[in-house]
C-alpha cells in the first residue's frame, strides 16, 4: 500500500507542476477582487455560518489559504471535478482571471505572522491513521506547511467541513455531490467514517494561519 501511495503521490505531483504551470500565464490581483467577492462574503465571511447541503457543517475557513489552491477548488467546481450545485454556480460564473485575482486575495486576507506553537501530540490511534494515509506527505509539517502551493493547509479548518469534505471524496456516482481526485479518492476509501471523523478532529485541533475575517457589513 505505501508503494501505491508513493506512486500515487508521484503522479499528483507531476500533475500539479503542470496544472501549476498553466496557472502562471494568469496572474492575480488582489486589489482587483475587492469588486469581485461579494458572492464569497455571505458565506465564507460570516464566522461560524454553516452549510445545509449535503448535510449541516461550517463552511471552511478560505483566509489565509494557499492561492493556488484555491484557484485549484475553484476550477475543480467549474469542471465538475467537485459536485456542489451552489459553488458550481459560483465557479462557472467567473473567469480564469476572476479567480485568479479571488485567490490572490483570499490568501492575504488578514494575513498575520503564524504564531510558532507546538504540535498537539494524537493519540496511538489517530497516529497509526495519519501515517495509513500519508498525510503529511502532501499536507506538510503539522499539516500547515504543504509541499506544493496547489496543496490546501488543514490546519486547524473546522473539524466538521473536514469530515465532510474527507467523506465526498469516498462518493461516486452522485450528481449533485461528492469529489473525483484519485489521490484523495485512495487514501479516504481506505478509511470508515468513525476514522475520518477522527482524523478531521486531530487535524482541526491544531494551531494553524486559516481564519474568518468578517467583512464590515457582517461585523
Not at 503542470?18 to 492575480?28: H, L, T, W
Not at 504564531?115 to 499536507?139: E, N, Y
Request: proline content about 5%; hydrophobic content about 40%.
Amino acid at each position: 500500500m505505501n508503494k501505491l501511495l508513493t506512486s500515487m503521490f508521484a503522479l499528483a505531483v507531476a500533475s500539479v507542476t503542470a496544472i501549476s504551470a498553466q496557472a502562471q500565464e494568469v496572474k492575480g490581483d488582489a486589489k482587483a477582487a475587492e469588486q469581485k467577492i461579494a458572492m464569497c462574503i455571505g458565506c465564507h465571511g460570516i464566522k461560524g455560518y454553516q452549510a445545509s447541503f449535503p448535510e449541516v457543517y461550517r463552511v471552511p475557513m478560505i483566509s489565509g489559504q494557499n492561492a493556488k489552491y484555491i484557484a485549484s477548488a475553484l476550477n475543480a467546481y467549474k469542471k465538475g471535478d467537485r459536485k456542489h450545485p451552489t459553488m458550481r454556480g459560483i465557479a462557472d460564473s467567473l473567469s480564469d482571471q476572476d479567480i485568479a485575482d479571488v485567490a490572490a486575495y483570499y490568501e492575504q486576507h488578514g494575513k498575520t505572522e503564524p504564531v510558532a506553537t507546538a504540535p498537539a501530540t494524537p493519540d496511538a490511534k489517530v497516529a497509526a491513521l495519519l501515517q495509513k494515509g500519508a498525510c503529511v506527505s502532501c499536507h506538510g509539517d503539522n499539516f500547515a506547511k504543504p509541499v506544493d502551493p496547489s496543496y490546501p493547509k488543514i490546519a486547524g479548518q473546522h473539524k466538521d467541513f473536514l469530515f465532510v469534505a474527507l467523506k465526498s471524496y469516498k462518493t461516486e456516482n452522485q450528481s449533485t455531490w461528492g469529489r473525483s481526485n484519485g489521490v484523495m479518492g485512495g487514501i479516504a476509501k481506505q478509511f470508515s467514517n468513525a476514522e475520518l471523523k477522527a482524523l478531521a478532529g486531530y487535524v482541526g485541533s491544531l494551531d494553524g494561519d486559516l481564519k474568518t475575517v468578517p467583512q464590515s457589513k457582517f461585523r
